[in-house]
Nanobody
Framework: VQLQASGGGSVQSGDSLRLSCAAS????????AGWFRQAPGKGREFVAS????????SYADSVKGRFTVSRDNAKNTMLLLMNSLKAEDTAVYYC??????????????????WGRGTQVTVSS
C-alpha cells in the first residue's frame, strides 16, 4: 500500500483546507485509517481516525468541532476537512493505514503504512 497526502497550503487564520489521502492497492478500504501531524521540533501528533466502513470517527481534542474526517472506499481515498484553522494547526500532515479493520486509533504504533506528508501553514 502506498499513501499520498495532498491539499496542503498556506492560508490565513480562520480559513479552511481539505486534505486528501490517495491509496494504491486494494486493501486500504478494509482497514481503519487516520491523520497525524508534526510541527517543527515536536513529535507526531494524532489528529483524526476513521474505521474501515466510515461509521466510527475520533478526533484529538484540539481539532474536535473544527475538523472532519471521511472516506470514499470506492475511490480509495480519505479526506480531512479543516475549518477555522489556527496558527497552531501549522504542521506537516500525514495519512496512515491502521493495522486493524474496526475501531479508531490515536497511537502511531497502531498504523502500518504511512504516506508522505503535506505542509499546512496557517498565518495569524
Amino acid at each position: 500500500v502506498q499513501l499520498q497526502a495532498s491539499g496542503g497550503g498556506s492560508v490565513q487564520s480562520g480559513d479552511s483546507l481539505r486534505l486528501s489521502c490517495a491509496a494504491s492497492g486494494r486493501t486500504f478500504s478494509r482497514y481503519s485509517a487516520g491523520w497525524f501531524r508534526q510541527a517543527p521540533g515536536k513529535g507526531r501528533e494524532f489528529v483524526a481516525s476513521i474505521s474501515s466502513d466510515g461509521a466510527r470517527t475520533s478526533y484529538a481534542d484540539s481539532v474536535k468541532g473544527r475538523f472532519t474526517v471521511s472516506r470514499d472506499n470506492a475511490k480509495n481515498t480519505m479526506l480531512l476537512l479543516m475549518n477555522s484553522l489556527k496558527a497552531e494547526d501549522t504542521a506537516v500532515y500525514y495519512c496512515a493505514q491502521a493495522r486493524y479493520p474496526t475501531g479508531t486509533y490515536n497511537r502511531t504504533y497502531n498504523y502500518q503504512h504511512w504516506g508522505r506528508g503535506t505542509q499546512v501553514t496557517v498565518s495569524s
